[in-house]
T-cell receptor, first 112, second 112 residues
Framework: NAGVTQTPKFRVLKTGQSMTLLCAQD?????MYWYRQDPGMGLRLIHY???????AKGEVPDGYNVSRLKKQNFLLGLESAAPSQTSVYFC???????????FGSGTRLTVV | DQQVKQNSPSLSVQEGRISILNCDYT??????FLWYKKYPAEGPTFLIS?????DKNEDGRFTVFLNKSAKHLSLHIVPSQPGDSAVYFC???????????FGPGTRLSVLP
């Protein structure tokens, strides 16, 4: 049982390049989330999805897009990477309103 | 303005002693709270939760206390062990919201 899997684990991008981060969960969870973690800021919500085919903006959505075409996958896209998007990105999923998240192990992204 | 605050960025405790991690929140609608533990290069893992209908929840060495009138919760770890050294995040949910709001985290170091 893999839980939540994020790919890639590390990536270095040049300013202006684009990339997609993939999150896959095998727990049949309805809710999926993308967070970024920056020093002193905790985990800030980028986008989330409450079910297949739905997405919504979180606290810091600018510069990112997401898609949830299949229930088990949640993709995070950066169309034109900026140095301010250097961060550690975590995907999470959960099954209901009052249940805790299961997190992936993170993607460390550096934009130079 | 942060809705969930962890005002101590770091805490050091001797092995065997009690660790107390604090969390304050501003939104009176929050009624479900989680604590997560995070080791370096790993995703956060769920530790313990508490609902607003309780003022205490225990799980082994971990106890969470909730003071609704003060909008304050605390995590007690007794006895502290070196393996408890990690960053601890407090998170809150208003039960109607679809997301948890995370605090900035407290780095706990348990010294042998």
């Amino acid at each position: 049982n893999a839980g939540v899997t994020q790919t890639p684990k590390f990536r270095v991008l040049k300013t202006g390049q684009s990339m997609t981060l993939l999150c896959a969960q095998d727990m049949n969870h309805e809710y999926m989330y993308w967070y970024r973690q920056d020093p002193g800021m905790g985990l800030r919500l980028i986008h989330y999805s409450v079910g297949e085919g739905t997405t919504a903006k979180g606290e810091v959505p600018d510069g990112y897009n997401v898609s949830r075409l299949k229930k088990q996958n949640f993709l995070l896209g950066l169309e034109s990477a900026a140095p301010s998007q250097t961060s550690v990105y975590f995907c999470a999923s959960r099954t209901g309103a009052n249940y805790g998240y299961t997190f992936g192990s993170g993607t460390r992204l550096t934009v130079v | 303005d942060q809705q969930v605050k962890q005002n101590s960025p770091s805490l050091s405790v001797q092995e065997g002693r009690i660790s107390i991690l604090n969390c304050d929140y501003t939104n009176s609608m929050f009624d479900y709270f989680l604590w997560y533990k995070k080791y370096p290069a790993e995703g956060p893992t769920f530790l313990i939760s508490i609902s607003s209908i309780k003022d205490k929840n225990e799980d082994g060495r971990f106890t969470v206390f909730l003071n609704k009138s003060a909008k304050h919760l605390s995590l007690h770890i007794v006895p502290s062990q070196p393996g408890d050294s990690a960053v601890y995040f407090c998170a809150a949910n208003d039960n109607y919201g679809q997301n948890f709001v995370f605090g900035p985290g407290t780095r706990l170091s348990v010294l042998p």
